[in-house]
């Protein structure tokens, strides 16, 4: 069983910046694409970013698009989300997931069915 571990989230300032991490369990890591996904009160859980198995290929929504960087550590077991220039409306509780499949080399990654573990969230809050 994968688990998956948020951490990083907190309250912040318009125009700040956070790093949020996320750590996976077990020795298959490097196999996977990871993504972010991000879910805001009565809304629905929207796609944020993806990285591939490889580090070589990250996906990212318009909305997010030259503010947050996804990257990963693959030593490390870790996929992290360096978010910039931070908004109001990126306020939500941000969760990382596993993409189903070893070693994908397609370029679906913006759909949360295609992500199988996820981990428990960790809330940012962005302040006017």
């Known amino acids: 069983q994968v688990q998956l571990v948020e951490s990083g989230g907190g309250l912040v300032q318009a125009g700040g910046s956070l790093r949020l991490s996320c750590a996976a369990s077990?020795?298959?890591?490097?196999?996977?694409?990871m993504g972010w996904f991000r879910q805001a009160p009565g809304k629905e859980r929207d796609f944020v970013a993806a990285?591939?198995?490889?580090?070589?290929?990250?996906y990212y929504a318009d909305s997010v698009k030259g503010r947050f960087t996804i990257s990963r550590d693959n030593a490390k077991n870790t996929v992290y989300l360096d978010m910039n220039s931070l908004k109001p409306e990126d306020t939500a509780v941000y969760y990382c997931?596993?993409?189903?499949?070893?070693?994908?080399?397609?370029?679906?990654?913006?759909?949360?069915?295609?992500?199988?573990?996820w981990g428990q969230g960790t809330q940012v809050t962005v302040s006017s």
């Open positions: 077990g020795r298959t890591f490097s196999r996977y694409a």
């Open positions: 997931a596993r993409k189903v499949g070893q070693y994908y080399n397609g370029s679906y990654y913006m759909t949360s069915s295609l992500y199988n573990y």
């Open positions: 990285i591939s198995w490889s580090g070589g290929t990250t």
